[in-house]
């Protein structure tokens, strides 16, 4: 399995992972799972969906104008120069 970004597990925190989900697998209750699912922004947004999140909370480096129909998606950046684009 190739990684997209292992900053991504870096953002997860430090919280115990209580079990790995299949492509659109519903969560089964609270704690945190992964998502077993591709690395292309609208494919990994599709799964979460289709998972029950409910709002996705989006982090780019390069302003991807991902968003998805039905649920909110907040963009999340520390690239400067995209942050007073969009501010």
Avoid at 3 to 28: M, R
Wanted: net charge positive.
């Amino acid at each position: 399995m190739v990684e997209k970004a292992l900053g991504g597990i870096y953002k997860a925190g430090t919280g115990p992972i209580k079990w790995v989900l299949a492509y659109g697998q519903e969560v089964p209750g609270p704690r945190l799972y992964l998502l077993d699912c591709g690395g292309h922004d609208g494919e990994a947004t599709t799964g979460l969906v289709a998972s029950g999140c409910q709002v996705v909370a989006f982090t780019t480096g390069r302003g991807t104008p991902t968003g998805f129909p039905g649920v909110p998606v907040i963009k999340i950046t520390g690239n400067s120069i995209l942050s007073s684009v969009w501010n």
